[in-house]
């Protein structure tokens, strides 16, 4: 029996200059959304993508909507569309946190379909790029959630690494954001990445690594959720499933079919050769 050890101090401000003060939650998406593009970039020269420099410079914008968007909207219908009916101001509040990978993700998807679809680009092109880069992300968004105290995980006495979180009563409970950040982030960039440089022909089946990140994502999320506690206000949506379970199904269920497919596409180019 573990009794937990205290939540480390961390000033969710980083600094303040009279009204303007910069959290590590806003830091997190700022270098999140740079160091992705960097990245995307540097992808798109190794492939000679049509998904070119120039494009991807264009696409960060919308690419930054559709993430906060998506993110902060996804959280309100997801998680407390009663909370923000009542008050839809704070909905706006985005410094106080409250995002929904899922939104966006969605929010991502309709950006990408658009762009593709006004520039002419192949959306599962343009997506193979984007599924490497998002883990990074993914990683500091977990850290910034850790920072924050929020999202912590379920009661536990069974792990010497266990916290008090300061709004997690005083028994001692997984720190679920750092293992969301070690799978969904390092994990699935390293997996994702190394298929990306190393592995030239499964790089070139369109839509293979866009299906293995919804694969992997929704696997990974929905054996971390028996680690995370349920947000408050929604306990278990269906039995013992919460909600970030129910809206990986999908995903998990969508990557299949993207890997499929592009295996199938991978056998009639070889056919027509």
Not at 116 to 136: G, Q, Y
Not at 248 to 262: A, D, E, Q, R, T
Request: hydrophobic residues 50%; glycine residues 10%; aromatic residues 18%.
């Amino acid at each position: 029996m573990y009794s937990g050890v205290p939540f480390p101090e961390i000033d969710p401000v980083i600094f303040q200059i009279g009204f303007f003060s910069l959290r590590w939650y806003s830091l997190a998406y700022i270098v999140g959304i740079i160091g992705a593009w960097f990245m995307a970039r540097k992808m798109s020269v190794k492939t000679k993508s049509v998904f070119t420099v120039l494009k991807i410079d264009d696409f960060l914008v919308w690419a930054t909507v559709g993430i906060i968007l998506g993110g902060r909207l996804g959280y309100v219908f997801f998680y407390n569309a009663s909370y923000y009916l009542e008050f839809p101001l704070k909905i706006f509040a985005l410094w106080q946190g409250g995002m929904s990978f899922h939104g966006g993700l969605l929010g991502v998807i309709i950006a990408s379909y658009l762009f593709a679809k006004k520039r002419k680009i192949p959306l599962l092109e343009m997506s193979d790029i984007l599924v490497c880069v998002a883990p990074f992300g993914l990683f500091l968004g977990r850290l910034a959630n850790f920072s924050n105290g929020e999202l912590f995980g379920r009661v536990t006495h069974s792990v010497p690494w266990a916290i008090i979180f300061p709004d997690g009563g005083p028994e001692p409970r997984h720190p679920s954001q750092l293992y969301e950040a070690a799978l969904e982030g390092i994990i699935l960039f390293v997996i994702l990445n190394g298929i990306f440089w190393f592995s030239k022909r499964l790089q070139e089946r369109q839509g293979f690594l866009t299906g293995l990140f919804f694969l992997l994502y929704g696997v990974f999320r929905f054996l971390l959720e028996y680690t995370r506690e349920p947000d408050g206000h929604l306990g278990f949506i269906w039995q013992n499933f919460s909600m970030g379970q129910i809206l990986s199904v999908p995903m998990v269920l969508f990557g299949i079919y993207l890997i499929k497919k592009s295996s199938f596409k991978n056998k009639l180019r070889k056919i027509e050769v």
